[in-house]
């Protein structure tokens, strides 16, 4: 079974661009989440999409905003970057809503602002 | 503010050791705590979880302690490995929020 999939791997923008992120579920799951993790930070959530609604979201600008298609796979976009954006972004899956199902994670897109 | 708090950042264990990290949380409603484990390159994985009916729970080398009055959790590692050389996340949630707040991790180094 595959697992959680993200794309690209880096992402080298400058200040004020926009970087899109992407991320493919694993099959079957209908839950996607985002997190930042940032160097000595651990892990801060970003955003919670469940059948193709924003359920959730963490403490972060309008400016992280994302989506998620039909077939459960999702998008991320940060517009106006800013230096403090510079992280790796992870995306993790999970069968639904309700605690008891794992989220499973991504390798992570490292994203670097420069 | 931070939610959880973990310590130590780093740690150095011999092999055959007992690597013990610890986290406290503020929020009282927080109800699921689990702990993660992250190899460089890759993303966490669950490695064990508890609900704070239970002070404790073991799977193989792996207990975690908890202490609810305390508002503490803590991560055991016995027979420490070289192979468990990793960051250690311990994160809490609550039931149906599917948001998760994680500390800030744990260096892990076993020393073979």
């Known amino acids: 079974e595959a697992g959680v999939t993200q794309s690209p791997t880096h992402l080298i923008k400058t200040r004020g661009q926009q970087a899109t992120l992407r991320c493919s579920p694993i099959?079957?799951?209908?839950?996607v989440y985002w997190y930042q993790q940032a160097l000595g930070l651990g892990l801060q959530f970003l955003l919670w999409?469940?059948?193709?609604?924003?359920?959730n979201r963490g403490n972060f600008p309008p400016r992280f905003s994302g989506r998620q298609f039909p077939n459960y796979s999702s998008e991320l976009n940060v517009n106006a970057l800013e230096l403090e954006d510079s992280a790796l972004y992870l995306c993790?899956?999970?069968?639904?809503?309700?605690?008891?199902?794992?989220?499973?994670f991504g390798p992570g897109t490292r994203l670097t602002v420069l | 503010q931070q939610q959880v708090k973990q310590s130590p950042q780093s740690l150095i264990v011999q092999k055959g050791g007992i690597s013990i990290i610890n986290c406290a949380y503020e929020?009282?409603?927080?109800?699921?705590f689990p702990w993660y484990q992250q190899f460089p390159g890759k993303g966490p994985a669950l490695l064990i979880a508890?609900?704070?009916?239970?002070s404790e729970k073991k799977e193989g080398r792996f207990t975690i302690s908890f202490n609810k009055s305390a508002k503490q959790f803590s991560l055991h590692i016995m027979d420490s490995q070289p192979g468990d050389s990793a960051t250690y996340f311990c994160?809490?949630?609550?039931?149906?929020?599917?948001?998760?707040?994680f500390g800030s991790g744990t260096k892990l180094n076993v020393k073979p």
């Open positions: 999409y469940d059948e193709g609604e924003e359920r």
């Open positions: 099959s079957g799951h209908t839950s």
């Open positions: 993790a899956s999970s069968l639904g809503t309700g605690w008891y199902n794992e989220q499973f």
């Open positions: 994160a809490a949630s609550m039931v149906n929020f599917n948001k998760f707040y």
């Open positions: 929020n009282t409603a927080f109800d699921y």
């Open positions: 508890i609900r704070p009916d239970v």
